[in-house]
């Protein structure tokens, strides 16, 4: 408890540290685990695109301000054939893409760096 309780003292200071910046846009890649094809997707903010059953939304990419080819933070909208709720809507990290990762039977998507 005490440890749970120093960790979340301690957040406010670390985030205030560590200064982001939004990039244009990041570069993402797409496994469909059915044939085994990866195919890389370079998007702009904003921009969406069709890549197989799944219509891909970047919606922001950041990385750290001090170290331009560091992690990047990337936020996206997945939706899987035009169904009402997306398969993904959230932040997904490069470094750690199974800290909030895509659960889909067919597909992973997964934050490769954002574009400078």
Same mark, same amino acid.
């Given at each position: 408890? =005490?440890?749970?309780?120093l960790?979340?003292?301690? %957040?406010?200071? %670390?985030?205030?540290?560590? !200064?982001?910046?939004?990039?244009? #846009?990041?570069?993402?890649?797409?496994?469909?685990?059915?044939? #085994?094809?990866? !195919?890389?997707?370079e998007?702009?903010? #904003?921009?969406?695109?069709? =890549?197989? !059953?799944?219509? =891909?939304?970047?919606?922001?990419?950041?990385?750290p301000?001090?170290?331009?080819? #560091?992690?990047?933070?990337?936020?996206?909208?997945?939706?899987?054939r035009?169904?009402?709720e997306?398969?993904?809507?959230?932040?997904?990290?490069?470094?750690?893409?199974?800290?909030?990762?895509?659960?889909h039977?067919?597909?992973?998507?997964?934050? %490769?760096?954002?574009?400078?």
């Amino acid at each position: 408890m =005490i440890r749970l309780a120093l960790v979340l003292a301690l %957040l406010p200071g %670390l985030a205030a540290a560590q !200064q982001v910046t939004s990039a244009p #846009g990041g570069t993402l890649r797409v496994l469909d685990k059915l044939n #085994g094809e990866t !195919q890389d997707l370079e998007l702009r903010n #904003g921009v969406s695109r069709q =890549i197989g !059953q799944l219509l =891909i939304t970047l919606n922001d990419c950041r990385y750290p301000t001090n170290n331009p080819a #560091g992690d990047a933070f990337a936020e996206l909208t997945v939706t899987y054939r035009n169904e009402p709720e997306p398969a993904f809507r959230g932040w997904m990290v490069a470094s750690s893409p199974a800290l909030n990762a895509m659960d889909h039977p067919r597909y992973d998507v997964w934050v %490769l760096r954002c574009a400078s």
